[in-house]
T-cell receptor, first 111, second 112 residues
């Protein structure tokens, strides 16, 4: 089946710097993607989504970029804060009710 | 409390025993989902439900049973637990018209 993966399992950044988390997907027909944040001991929390008819979408301090040509997603976090430390997943919708989730990238924010 | 809750939060059981994980949501969301999360894997869908009395298999349904007699509840039963079912289980729900899923806090299940 199709799968979603991440380039970097762990990312360490300095507080105040920008963070970029990457994700590759394999189903070129996928038309919807979500980024989730998961803190230790908690369930995933929605951050931002994007549809395939868009290249970029911005939220509060976060931006998702979609490059359909190379099937690549990225999540950019501006002015990274200690509270941003978590595992981040991308998810690809491959069926009306079914997502493939990546295994996650751990973001460590150093004070 | 409003939102989506799971119980128990932690469970240790023995191989061969039946165990049921509970999930309750207060939003009246149409869709509910069960996932398992294992090290080195992303979340994997076990079962989902589009409405009361409607359920369907996900990616890894073997060894699990679900029911949904009421919109707000979606229990997951392991009829005869195996060690390979040791995992963290997440329940999620979403509104009919939106793809965004809201996750519960998870149940950590250990099968000895």
């Amino acid at each position: 089946g199709e799968s979603v993966g991440l380039h970097l399992p762990t990312l360490s950044v300095q507080e105040g710097d920008n963070s970029i988390i990457n994700c590759a997907y394999s189903n070129s027909a996928s038309d919807y993607f979500i980024w989730y944040k998961q803190e230790s001991g908690k369930g995933p929390q929605f951050i931002i989504d994007i549809r395939s008819n868009m290249d970029k979408r911005q939220g509060q301090r976060v931006t998702v970029l979609l490059n359909k040509t190379v099937k690549h997603l990225s999540l950019q976090i501006a002015a990274t804060q200690p509270g941003d430390s978590a595992v981040y997943f991308c998810a690809e919708l491959y069926n009306f009710n079914k997502f493939y989730f990546g295994s996650g990238t751990k973001l460590n924010v150093k004070p | 409390d409003a939102g989506i809750t799971q119980s128990p939060r932690y469970k240790i059981t023995e191989t061969g025993r039946q165990v049921t994980l509970m999930c309750h949501q207060t939003w009246s969301h149409s869709y509910m989902f069960w996932y398992r999360q294992d090290l080195g894997h992303g979340l994997r869908l076990i079962y989902y439900s589009a409405a009361a009395d409607i359920t369907d298999k996900g990616e890894v349904p073997d060894g699990y049973v679900v029911s949904r007699s009421k919109t707000e509840n979606f229990p997951l039963t392991l009829e005869s637990a195996t060690r390979s079912q040791t995992s963290v289980y997440f329940c999620a729900s979403r509104d009919r018209d939106l793809y965004e899923q809201y996750f519960g806090p998870g149940t950590r299940l250990t099968v000895t």
